[in-house]
């Protein structure tokens, strides 16, 4: 919708929102050492020739490799490798080695930043990652490549920034104390800022628009402003992706953050 300006309001002001008001008030309240200021981690693609069970679009259980039950996203490791090339202390668990222990391993010791580029469910927000290696015979079952809210609660995140650039991400389960979901979980869990999604994006068009986000990050910028700027910029370049299809589904849930101190 566009003000009689005919700018959105996103391009007008810095949004950001919270699973509820005493949520937001604890972030604010939460002394700023408890978050960590160190390390990158980043997930993306994950791929793997394990053969997994997995209900094909009439709900009939298949048996197939990995990479043919889920489409790659090609440009989801070059966003790694943006992010990889922007900040120090990154590690970058990509394609076959986004496996799910690797990554609750490293979010147990402790990062700054968490990016995550993946398939999301359309329901529950889950996130899909790799299944880790096993014999050639063995089939993978779903519990091994998709990363659940129970096992974020488990992590005692205490990340600055969570970017979840996934379909879905910010989506979940509606409950009596509302959406229920991966962003959630990350709150929950100790994260102070997430990054997420409200619908299906496309593979191309994120990496686009993460480009310039993490530049107005590394510039200086907060969260949310780098979000609005990022907004403006794709609007203003009147490319494909200036649609609010494109950059409408990225929402901030939490507090507002910058990376100065944070992975220098």
């Not at 590394?218 to 950059?247: E, F, M, N």
Request: glycine share 6%; aromatic share 6%; net charge positive.
């Amino acid at each position: 919708m566009k003000d009689p300006d005919g700018r959105f309001l996103a391009e007008r002001k810095r949004i950001r929102t919270g699973p509820s008001l005493s949520t937001l008030k604890l972030l604010r309240e939460c002394p700023e050492h408890k978050h960590s200021k160190q390390n990158v981690l980043v997930v993306a693609n994950p791929r793997s020739n394990v053969n997994v069970e997995w209900p094909d679009e009439f709900g009939q259980l298949k048996v197939k490799p990995f990479s043919d039950t889920f489409a790659g996203l090609p440009k989801a490791s070059e966003e790694a490798k943006m992010i990889r090339d922007l900040l120090p202390d990154v590690t970058c668990l990509m394609e076959e080695r986004a496996t799910k222990n690797a990554i609750l391993a490293k979010l147990k010791e402790g990062v700054g930043i968490v990016h995550i580029a993946s398939h999301g469910n359309a329901r529950t927000g889950k996130i899909l990652v790799a299944p880790g290696p096993r014999p050639h015979d063995k089939i993978a079952p779903s519990k091994d490549f998709i990363l659940t809210m129970e096992e974020i609660y488990s992590c005692h995140i205490n990340a600055r920034l969570v970017v979840l650039c996934c379909c879905h991400s910010g989506t979940g389960e509606i409950r009596a104390e509302g959406v229920m979901g991966l962003t959630r979980a990350f709150l929950a869990a100790g994260a102070r800022s997430v990054l997420a999604t409200l619908w299906q994006i496309s593979d191309e068009a994120t990496l686009y628009f993460m480009k310039r986000f993490y530049r107005h990050l590394v510039s200086g910028l907060t969260a949310s402003a780098s979000l609005q700027q990022t907004i403006r910029d794709t609007i203003a370049d009147k490319d494909k992706y200036s649609h609010p299809y494109y950059w409408g589904a990225f929402i901030l849930v939490g507090d507002d953050v910058t990376l100065t101190g944070c992975c220098e």
